[in-house]
């Protein structure tokens, strides 16, 4: 694909240039030189030259389908975790992936606790380990539930 052909599938808004080819995990992606690329890295390059080996392109919007240049910057894969937590867009609680639990469940297993419901029990009622019982009781799990 040459770069006519990446920004012919560009959606400019008043704010992001949404790619509207083909994305995976929600990134625009083209092919260049016979590769895979994601498109953002693409617009990234052309803007400002070659990205440092080890460096991510990141978004200043979290709109993974907007190339627009000047929303994005480069950072390490550490900055890009903590753009991340910052912005509060880790999968946590119930909308993790490997989940077992409910943040009602969750909530409940703090109160039963408190008022003197044995751990046994919890595991079973929940069927948990004794480990996820105890790491939610001292707040080792689930900490952004009070």
Not at 125 to 142: A, D, E, L, P
Request: charged share 30%; net charge positive.
């Amino acid at each position: 694909m040459g770069l006519d052909s990446l920004w012919k599938r560009v959606q400019k808004t008043e704010a992001c240039w949404n790619f509207t080819g083909c994305l995976v995990d929600g990134y625009g992606t083209v092919s260049k030189n016979g590769n895979m690329q994601k498109a953002h890295r693409i617009s990234w390059e052309e803007e400002n030259g070659p990205i440092p080996y080890g460096l991510y392109v990141l978004h200043k919007c979290d709109n993974r389908r907007c190339i627009n240049p000047s929303h994005l910057f480069l950072g390490t894969p550490q900055d890009n975790m903590k753009d991340r937590d910052e912005k509060n867009r880790q999968a946590r609680g119930e909308k993790h992936g490997r989940a077992r639990l409910t943040e009602e469940d969750v909530m409940y297993i703090k109160r039963a606790a408190s008022s003197g419901t044995s751990s046994v029990s919890l595991e079973q009622k929940f069927q948990v380990s004794r480990y996820t019982i105890r790491n939610i009781i001292v707040g080792k799990r689930w900490k952004h539930l009070c």
